[in-house]
Protein backbone atom coordinates (compact mmCIF):
# COMPACT_ATOMS: atom_id res chain seq x y z
CA UNK A 1 0.00 0.00 0.00
CA UNK A 2 1.43 3.79 -0.36
CA UNK A 3 1.53 6.14 1.92
CA UNK A 4 -1.50 7.59 0.61
CA UNK A 5 -3.28 4.67 1.16
CA UNK A 6 -2.34 3.83 4.40
CA UNK A 7 -3.14 7.35 6.24
CA UNK A 8 -6.26 6.89 4.64
CA UNK A 9 -6.48 3.67 6.58
CA UNK A 10 -5.33 5.37 9.79
CA UNK A 11 -7.74 8.01 9.61
CA UNK A 12 -10.61 5.41 9.19
CA UNK A 13 -9.31 3.52 12.32
CA UNK A 14 -8.88 6.94 13.86
CA UNK A 15 -12.44 7.99 13.39
CA UNK A 16 -13.57 4.37 14.66
CA UNK A 17 -12.02 5.10 17.75
CA UNK A 18 -13.77 8.58 18.28
CA UNK A 19 -17.30 6.76 16.94
CA UNK A 20 -17.21 3.79 19.68
CA UNK A 21 -15.91 6.32 22.87
CA UNK A 22 -19.21 8.72 21.73
CA UNK A 23 -21.57 5.98 21.36
CA UNK A 24 -20.59 4.42 24.84
CA UNK A 25 -21.56 8.17 25.96
CA UNK A 26 -21.60 8.37 30.07
CA UNK A 27 -20.50 4.72 30.10
CA UNK A 28 -17.21 6.25 28.19
CA UNK A 29 -15.48 6.44 31.64
CA UNK A 30 -16.66 3.14 33.38
CA UNK A 31 -14.32 0.08 33.55
CA UNK A 32 -17.22 -3.60 33.21
CA UNK A 33 -14.31 -6.14 33.52
CA UNK A 34 -10.96 -6.01 35.84
CA UNK A 35 -8.86 -6.82 32.75
CA UNK A 36 -10.19 -4.08 30.34
CA UNK A 37 -9.77 -0.57 30.43
CA UNK A 38 -12.73 2.00 29.85
CA UNK A 39 -12.97 3.06 26.22
CA UNK A 40 -12.56 6.43 26.79
CA UNK A 41 -8.84 5.02 28.06
CA UNK A 42 -8.54 3.33 24.93
CA UNK A 43 -9.22 6.89 22.44
CA UNK A 44 -7.14 8.48 25.11
CA UNK A 45 -4.04 5.51 24.56
CA UNK A 46 -4.25 5.28 20.85
CA UNK A 47 -3.76 9.05 20.77
CA UNK A 48 -1.30 9.59 22.90
CA UNK A 49 0.64 6.34 21.37
CA UNK A 50 0.30 8.12 17.55
CA UNK A 51 1.37 11.36 19.02
CA UNK A 52 4.26 9.83 21.15
CA UNK A 53 6.28 8.15 18.31
CA UNK A 54 5.18 10.66 15.55
CA UNK A 55 6.63 13.84 17.62
CA UNK A 56 8.69 12.55 20.54
CA UNK A 57 10.68 9.80 19.05
CA UNK A 58 10.64 10.70 15.14
CA UNK A 59 10.76 14.57 15.28
CA UNK A 60 12.10 14.84 18.73
CA UNK A 61 9.79 16.86 19.90
CA UNK A 62 8.09 16.51 22.75
CA UNK A 63 4.85 16.95 22.26
CA UNK A 64 3.19 14.45 24.90
CA UNK A 65 2.63 16.96 28.22
CA UNK A 66 3.57 14.45 31.89
CA UNK A 67 -0.33 14.25 32.69
CA UNK A 68 -1.11 12.76 28.96
CA UNK A 69 1.97 10.57 29.94
CA UNK A 70 0.88 9.90 33.19
CA UNK A 71 -2.71 8.90 32.48
CA UNK A 72 -2.10 7.04 28.96
CA UNK A 73 0.71 5.32 29.16
CA UNK A 74 0.02 2.04 30.76
CA UNK A 75 2.97 1.81 32.66
CA UNK A 76 1.99 4.79 34.88
CA UNK A 77 -1.77 4.06 35.73
CA UNK A 78 -3.55 1.14 36.90
CA UNK A 79 -6.27 0.02 35.22
CA UNK A 80 -8.78 0.55 38.09
CA UNK A 81 -7.92 4.46 38.39
CA UNK A 82 -7.81 5.15 34.44
CA UNK A 83 -11.80 6.11 34.04
CA UNK A 84 -11.77 8.49 36.91
CA UNK A 85 -8.99 10.52 35.90
CA UNK A 86 -10.47 10.98 32.30
CA UNK A 87 -11.37 14.32 31.47
CA UNK A 88 -15.21 15.64 30.19
CA UNK A 89 -16.31 13.33 27.12
CA UNK A 90 -16.32 16.52 25.23
CA UNK A 91 -12.90 17.70 25.70
CA UNK A 92 -11.93 13.91 25.33
CA UNK A 93 -13.06 13.78 22.01
CA UNK A 94 -12.35 17.26 20.74
CA UNK A 95 -9.20 16.85 21.62
CA UNK A 96 -9.01 13.32 20.39
CA UNK A 97 -9.98 14.70 16.78
CA UNK A 98 -7.72 18.14 16.73
CA UNK A 99 -4.55 15.87 17.49
CA UNK A 100 -5.69 12.95 14.82
CA UNK A 101 -5.96 15.94 12.22
CA UNK A 102 -2.71 17.26 13.68
CA UNK A 103 -0.49 13.65 13.56
CA UNK A 104 -1.74 12.76 10.17
CA UNK A 105 -0.78 15.61 8.73
CA UNK A 106 3.00 15.32 10.37
CA UNK A 107 2.78 11.62 8.96
CA UNK A 108 2.11 12.88 5.38
CA UNK A 109 4.61 15.62 5.63
CA UNK A 110 7.11 13.48 6.23
CA UNK A 111 6.22 10.28 4.88
CA UNK A 112 8.13 11.72 1.43
CA UNK A 113 11.27 11.72 3.80
CA UNK A 114 10.79 8.25 5.43
CA UNK A 115 14.77 7.14 4.04
CA UNK A 116 15.87 9.74 6.96
CA UNK A 117 14.84 7.26 10.12
CA UNK A 118 14.21 3.93 10.41
CA UNK A 119 11.19 4.01 12.01
CA UNK A 120 9.83 5.33 8.29
CA UNK A 121 11.43 2.96 6.27
CA UNK A 122 9.07 1.14 3.95
CA UNK A 123 6.43 3.21 5.49
CA UNK A 124 6.97 1.33 9.03
CA UNK A 125 5.34 4.00 11.62
CA UNK A 126 2.24 4.08 9.75
CA UNK A 127 1.73 0.01 9.48
CA UNK A 128 2.74 0.04 13.43
CA UNK A 129 -0.06 2.87 14.42
CA UNK A 130 -2.87 1.21 12.46
CA UNK A 131 -2.48 -2.14 13.59
CA UNK A 132 -1.89 -0.40 17.28
CA UNK A 133 -5.33 1.00 16.58
CA UNK A 134 -6.83 -2.22 15.17
CA UNK A 135 -6.22 -4.15 18.30
CA UNK A 136 -7.52 -1.29 20.72
CA UNK A 137 -10.87 -0.90 18.86
CA UNK A 138 -11.37 -4.61 19.40
CA UNK A 139 -10.62 -4.73 22.89
CA UNK A 140 -12.86 -1.26 22.85
CA UNK A 141 -15.37 -3.59 21.50
CA UNK A 142 -15.04 -5.95 24.26
CA UNK A 143 -15.46 -3.19 27.01
CA UNK A 144 -19.04 -3.11 25.87
CA UNK A 145 -19.66 -6.37 25.32
CA UNK A 146 -19.17 -6.64 29.05
CA UNK A 147 -21.42 -3.95 29.79
CA UNK A 148 -23.80 -5.10 27.50
CA UNK A 149 -23.44 -8.85 29.18
CA UNK A 150 -24.35 -6.67 32.54
CA UNK A 151 -27.30 -5.26 31.27
CA UNK A 152 -28.95 -8.45 30.15
CA UNK A 153 -28.29 -10.61 32.35
CA UNK A 154 -31.82 -12.34 32.75
CA UNK A 155 -34.03 -11.71 29.27
CA UNK A 156 -35.28 -15.06 28.28
CA UNK A 157 -33.91 -17.24 25.78
CA UNK A 158 -35.74 -17.08 22.18
CA UNK A 159 -33.69 -19.95 20.06
CA UNK A 160 -32.52 -22.43 22.98
CA UNK A 161 -29.29 -24.06 22.01
CA UNK A 162 -29.09 -27.94 21.77
CA UNK A 163 -26.10 -30.09 22.30
CA UNK A 164 -24.52 -32.63 19.20
CA UNK A 165 -21.91 -34.80 19.04
CA UNK A 166 -19.81 -33.51 16.14
CA UNK A 167 -18.30 -36.02 13.78
CA UNK A 168 -14.45 -33.86 13.90
CA UNK A 169 -13.25 -33.84 10.10
CA UNK A 170 -9.83 -33.05 10.40
CA UNK A 171 -7.19 -32.42 7.28
CA UNK A 172 -3.29 -33.98 7.51
CA UNK A 173 -0.64 -31.80 7.98
CA UNK A 174 2.62 -34.24 6.57
CA UNK A 175 5.93 -34.14 8.60
CA UNK A 176 8.23 -32.05 7.37
CA UNK A 177 9.68 -28.58 7.31
CA UNK A 178 6.99 -25.52 7.06
CA UNK A 179 8.05 -21.83 6.66
CA UNK A 180 6.62 -19.27 9.46
CA UNK A 181 7.02 -16.31 10.98
CA UNK A 182 6.17 -12.49 9.29
CA UNK A 183 6.86 -12.15 5.31
CA UNK A 184 8.83 -8.20 4.54
CA UNK A 185 11.55 -6.96 6.54
CA UNK A 186 9.61 -3.72 7.99
CA UNK A 187 6.11 -4.67 9.01
CA UNK A 188 5.17 -4.93 12.04
CA UNK A 189 4.99 -6.79 14.69
CA UNK A 190 8.41 -7.64 16.48
CA UNK A 191 7.64 -10.88 17.85
CA UNK A 192 6.60 -12.53 14.11
CA UNK A 193 10.42 -12.10 12.83
CA UNK A 194 12.62 -13.17 11.81
CA UNK A 195 10.84 -15.99 9.56
CA UNK A 196 12.14 -19.48 9.62
CA UNK A 197 11.87 -22.85 8.69
CA UNK A 198 10.31 -25.17 10.98
CA UNK A 199 10.20 -29.01 11.52
CA UNK A 200 6.76 -30.57 12.10
CA UNK A 201 6.12 -34.24 13.12
CA UNK A 202 3.10 -33.95 11.70
CA UNK A 203 -0.31 -34.10 13.15
CA UNK A 204 -4.27 -33.72 11.58
CA UNK A 205 -5.94 -30.75 12.81
CA UNK A 206 -9.70 -29.72 12.55
CA UNK A 207 -11.36 -28.38 9.52
CA UNK A 208 -14.01 -26.33 11.79
CA UNK A 209 -13.37 -24.51 15.45
CA UNK A 210 -15.18 -26.54 17.63
CA UNK A 211 -19.13 -25.29 17.94
CA UNK A 212 -21.54 -24.69 20.40
CA UNK A 213 -23.45 -27.61 19.94
CA UNK A 214 -20.51 -29.57 21.06
CA UNK A 215 -19.19 -27.41 23.67
CA UNK A 216 -22.84 -27.98 25.13
CA UNK A 217 -22.15 -31.94 24.67
CA UNK A 218 -18.82 -31.43 26.72
CA UNK A 219 -20.41 -29.82 29.56
CA UNK A 220 -23.95 -31.77 29.75
CA UNK A 221 -21.06 -34.50 29.89
CA UNK A 222 -19.60 -33.42 33.21
CA UNK A 223 -16.87 -31.25 31.48
CA UNK A 224 -16.55 -28.37 34.58
CA UNK A 225 -17.21 -31.32 37.05
CA UNK A 226 -14.69 -34.09 36.09
CA UNK A 227 -10.90 -32.96 37.39
CA UNK A 228 -9.94 -35.84 35.09
CA UNK A 229 -9.82 -33.16 32.00
CA UNK A 230 -8.13 -30.49 34.00
CA UNK A 231 -4.85 -29.49 34.42
CA UNK A 232 -3.84 -28.79 38.00
CA UNK A 233 -3.68 -24.79 37.93
CA UNK A 234 -6.58 -25.37 35.57
CA UNK A 235 -8.46 -26.76 37.76
CA UNK A 236 -7.47 -24.70 40.70
CA UNK A 237 -8.62 -21.75 38.61
CA UNK A 238 -12.00 -22.93 37.37
CA UNK A 239 -13.07 -24.08 41.15
CA UNK A 240 -11.48 -20.86 42.55
CA UNK A 241 -13.95 -18.83 40.23
CA UNK A 242 -16.78 -20.77 39.99
CA UNK A 243 -16.43 -21.32 36.21
CA UNK A 244 -19.07 -23.52 34.67
CA UNK A 245 -19.73 -22.51 31.38
CA UNK A 246 -18.33 -19.58 28.41
CA UNK A 247 -17.90 -15.85 29.73
CA UNK A 248 -20.82 -14.94 27.50
CA UNK A 249 -23.12 -17.39 27.70
CA UNK A 250 -25.98 -17.53 29.89
CA UNK A 251 -28.39 -19.73 31.40
CA UNK A 252 -32.45 -18.83 31.60
CA UNK A 253 -35.23 -19.52 34.21
CA UNK A 254 -36.31 -22.58 32.35
CA UNK A 255 -32.41 -24.57 31.99
CA UNK A 256 -31.69 -23.07 28.27
CA UNK A 257 -29.22 -21.27 27.19
CA UNK A 258 -28.11 -18.36 25.38
CA UNK A 259 -25.60 -15.49 25.03
CA UNK A 260 -24.68 -11.83 25.39
CA UNK A 261 -21.98 -10.17 23.01
CA UNK A 262 -21.40 -6.87 21.85
CA UNK A 263 -24.62 -6.79 19.67
CA UNK A 264 -26.88 -7.60 22.59
CA UNK A 265 -29.07 -11.25 23.48
CA UNK A 266 -27.95 -13.48 20.95
CA UNK A 267 -29.24 -17.34 20.38
CA UNK A 268 -26.18 -19.36 20.25
CA UNK A 269 -26.69 -21.11 16.29
CA UNK A 270 -24.83 -25.05 17.59
CA UNK A 271 -22.50 -25.20 14.09
CA UNK A 272 -21.23 -21.70 15.20
CA UNK A 273 -17.36 -21.98 17.03
CA UNK A 274 -17.58 -21.47 20.69
CA UNK A 275 -15.90 -18.42 21.87
CA UNK A 276 -15.66 -16.84 25.59
CA UNK A 277 -12.86 -19.15 26.67
CA UNK A 278 -9.64 -19.23 28.42
CA UNK A 279 -6.76 -21.74 27.72
CA UNK A 280 -7.38 -23.29 30.86
CA UNK A 281 -11.64 -24.22 29.60
CA UNK A 282 -9.82 -24.67 25.47
CA UNK A 283 -7.15 -27.12 27.15
CA UNK A 284 -10.09 -29.41 28.99
CA UNK A 285 -12.45 -29.73 25.94
CA UNK A 286 -9.66 -30.79 24.15
CA UNK A 287 -8.57 -33.38 26.64
CA UNK A 288 -12.09 -34.49 26.80
CA UNK A 289 -12.80 -34.77 22.97
CA UNK A 290 -9.19 -36.97 22.80
CA UNK A 291 -7.23 -34.43 21.24
CA UNK A 292 -5.22 -31.49 22.25
CA UNK A 293 -4.55 -27.86 20.91
CA UNK A 294 -2.45 -27.42 17.84
CA UNK A 295 0.96 -25.44 18.72
CA UNK A 296 0.95 -22.35 16.82
CA UNK A 297 3.96 -23.60 14.20
CA UNK A 298 1.04 -26.15 13.12
CA UNK A 299 -2.08 -23.67 13.19
CA UNK A 300 0.12 -21.50 11.00
CA UNK A 301 0.96 -23.90 8.68
CA UNK A 302 -2.16 -25.31 8.12
CA UNK A 303 -3.75 -21.26 7.09
CA UNK A 304 -1.30 -20.75 5.01
CA UNK A 305 -1.77 -24.43 3.15
CA UNK A 306 -5.44 -23.34 2.55
CA UNK A 307 -6.48 -26.15 5.30
CA UNK A 308 -8.56 -24.12 7.90
CA UNK A 309 -12.27 -23.07 7.37
CA UNK A 310 -14.37 -20.75 9.51
CA UNK A 311 -11.20 -19.14 10.42
CA UNK A 312 -11.18 -15.48 11.69
CA UNK A 313 -14.41 -15.62 13.50
CA UNK A 314 -13.18 -17.01 17.05
CA UNK A 315 -9.35 -16.17 18.30
CA UNK A 316 -7.98 -20.11 18.28
CA UNK A 317 -5.70 -20.88 21.88
CA UNK A 318 -2.76 -22.63 20.98
CA UNK A 319 -0.59 -25.39 23.17
CA UNK A 320 2.07 -23.52 23.59
CA UNK A 321 3.15 -20.10 25.81
CA UNK A 322 4.02 -16.91 23.61
CA UNK A 323 7.89 -17.09 23.32
CA UNK A 324 10.89 -15.38 21.22
CA UNK A 325 11.66 -16.66 17.49
CA UNK A 326 15.59 -17.82 17.48
CA UNK A 327 16.64 -14.27 16.22
CA UNK A 328 14.24 -12.02 18.18
CA UNK A 329 15.34 -8.53 18.10
CA UNK A 330 12.74 -6.07 19.99
CA UNK A 331 11.64 -3.47 17.35
CA UNK A 332 10.63 -0.42 17.55
CA UNK A 333 10.86 -0.46 21.58
CA UNK A 334 11.18 -4.18 23.91
CA UNK A 335 7.87 -3.10 25.68
CA UNK A 336 5.71 -4.98 23.28
CA UNK A 337 6.88 -8.14 23.18
CA UNK A 338 9.64 -8.61 25.70
CA UNK A 339 7.28 -8.57 28.92
CA UNK A 340 5.25 -11.30 27.96
CA UNK A 341 7.94 -13.95 27.03
CA UNK A 342 7.54 -15.25 30.64
CA UNK A 343 5.95 -18.91 29.83
CA UNK A 344 2.71 -17.11 31.33
CA UNK A 345 1.01 -15.71 28.85
CA UNK A 346 -0.51 -18.86 25.39
CA UNK A 347 -0.35 -17.99 22.07
CA UNK A 348 -3.79 -17.37 20.02
CA UNK A 349 -4.36 -17.14 16.07
CA UNK A 350 -6.91 -16.02 13.71
CA UNK A 351 -8.87 -13.25 14.66
CA UNK A 352 -12.38 -12.83 16.15
CA UNK A 353 -15.34 -11.23 14.23
CA UNK A 354 -14.12 -8.29 16.44
CA UNK A 355 -10.83 -8.33 14.74
CA UNK A 356 -9.91 -5.82 11.93
CA UNK A 357 -8.61 -7.76 9.02
CA UNK A 358 -5.21 -6.25 8.87
CA UNK A 359 -4.13 -8.17 11.53
CA UNK A 360 -5.83 -11.27 10.50
CA UNK A 361 -2.95 -12.30 8.58
CA UNK A 362 -1.34 -15.80 9.36
CA UNK A 363 1.79 -14.65 10.95
CA UNK A 364 0.11 -12.56 13.73
CA UNK A 365 0.31 -13.66 17.29
CA UNK A 366 -2.07 -12.45 20.25
CA UNK A 367 -1.12 -13.61 23.35
CA UNK A 368 -2.73 -13.59 26.83
CA UNK A 369 -2.69 -15.01 30.03
CA UNK A 370 -4.47 -18.78 30.46
CA UNK A 371 -7.75 -17.63 32.63
CA UNK A 372 -8.55 -14.87 30.56
CA UNK A 373 -11.74 -16.05 29.02
CA UNK A 374 -13.30 -12.26 28.17
CA UNK A 375 -12.18 -12.81 24.32
CA UNK A 376 -13.61 -14.17 21.87
CA UNK A 377 -11.53 -17.13 22.22
CA UNK A 378 -12.54 -20.90 21.16
CA UNK A 379 -10.89 -23.76 20.40
CA UNK A 380 -9.46 -25.92 16.75
CA UNK A 381 -8.04 -29.25 18.17
CA UNK A 382 -5.23 -31.02 16.83
CA UNK A 383 -4.54 -34.85 16.97
CA UNK A 384 -1.46 -37.08 16.61
CA UNK A 385 -2.41 -40.32 15.51
CA UNK A 386 -3.94 -40.65 11.83
CA UNK A 387 -7.64 -39.28 11.76
CA UNK A 388 -10.17 -38.48 8.89
CA UNK A 389 -13.92 -38.57 9.69
CA UNK A 390 -13.46 -38.77 14.26
CA UNK A 391 -16.41 -39.07 16.49
CA UNK A 392 -15.96 -37.09 19.59
CA UNK A 393 -15.67 -40.18 22.64
CA UNK A 394 -18.41 -39.10 24.81
CA UNK A 395 -16.90 -39.82 28.70
CA UNK A 396 -19.71 -38.68 31.16
CA UNK A 397 -19.24 -38.67 35.05
CA UNK A 398 -20.62 -41.24 37.64
Not at 109 to 121: G, I, T, V
Not at 152 to 161: D, F, G, M, Q, V
Not at 178 to 201: A, F, I
Not at 258 to 281: C, I, K, N, T
Amino acid sequence: MTAAELLQQLATYQDEAVAICRSAGPAYRQQFHPDISPVGWHLGHCIFTESYWIHEMFLADRACEDSLHELYNPLHTSKENRGQALPAVVALIDWAQETQAGNRHALQKYSEHRDAMQLMENNFLLHFLIQHYAQHLETMQMALAQATKQHNSKAETIKPLHSHTDSLETVPIPAGEYDVGGSGNHLPYDNEYPSHTVQLPGCHIMKNPVNNGTYLRFMECGGYENKEHWSTEGWRWQQDNHITHPAYWRRDKRGQWSAVDHRGPVSLEPLSPVSGLGYYEAEACATWAGGRLPHEHEWETACINGLLQKRGLVWEWCHNSFFPYAGFRAYPYEGYSVPYFDGEHFTLKGGSILTRPVIKRSGFRNYYQADKNFLYAGIRLAFDEPAGNRQIQIHTTG
